[in-house]
């Protein structure tokens, strides 16, 4: 039984899309009970975290599953981007906010899987391919060799007049002796 194996930069983007498809459905759902429980508190920083965990678990799916399928590494690599930047505005907005530091820590941990996406999407596209041995050049042909030939010599010619003081002289015609 023989089994191919994966490189490590293309498992790595595989584990990575699988955990995101994951955190995802997990990020979209807690995100709705944030929003839909009974006892929610709508501050704005509670808000907006709830507003960018959705986005984020929407494109984090998406983003798995272009992991998963899709053989182009440059649309994993701007949606990991995306995803990155994503991640980093609740963190703006609330440091902005004067927020406390339990809401840092959560917005940096937040982060810490887009950032790992990106990474392996990064890493797979720099995998070193497998080295092609250079291919001998073909022989050529004889038509190819051909164009590079010395012209055929052309055939004789009819023989032509001669030039003389008196005028053209043919060979016919001999010129005259006394």
Do not use: H
Not at 9 to 29: E, K, P, Q, R, T
Not at 49 to 57: E, N, S, T, W, Y
Not at 87 to 106: D, F, M, Q, R, S
Request: glycine content about 8%; some cysteine.
């Amino acid at each position: 039984m023989q089994q191919q194996s994966q490189p490590r930069a293309a498992s790595f983007l595989l584990v990575m899309s699988w955990i995101y498809l994951l955190v995802a459905l997990g990020m979209i759902g807690f995100a709705l009970y944030k929003l839909t429980n009974t006892d929610v508190t709508l501050t704005f920083a509670g808000v907006t975290d709830a507003v960018f965990l959705i986005i984020g678990g929407v494109l984090g799916f998406l983003a798995g599953i272009f992991g998963l399928v899709s053989k182009n590494l440059k649309r994993c690599r701007i949606i990991g981007l995306v995803l990155l930047g994503i991640a980093a505005v609740p963190l703006v907005i609330n440091l902005l906010a004067g927020e406390g530091v339990k809401t840092y820590w959560k917005n940096i941990a937040v982060m810490v899987l887009p950032f790992l996406y990106l990474l392996a999407a990064l890493i797979k596209r720099s995998a070193k391919k497998p080295q092609v041995t250079p291919q001998q050049p073909a022989q050529p042909s004889e038509e190819d060799l051909s164009q590079y030939a010395a012209p055929a010599p052309k055939p004789a010619a009819a023989p032509q007049a001669q030039q003389t003081p008196q005028g053209p002289v043919s060979e016919t015609e001999q010129p005259k002796t006394e």
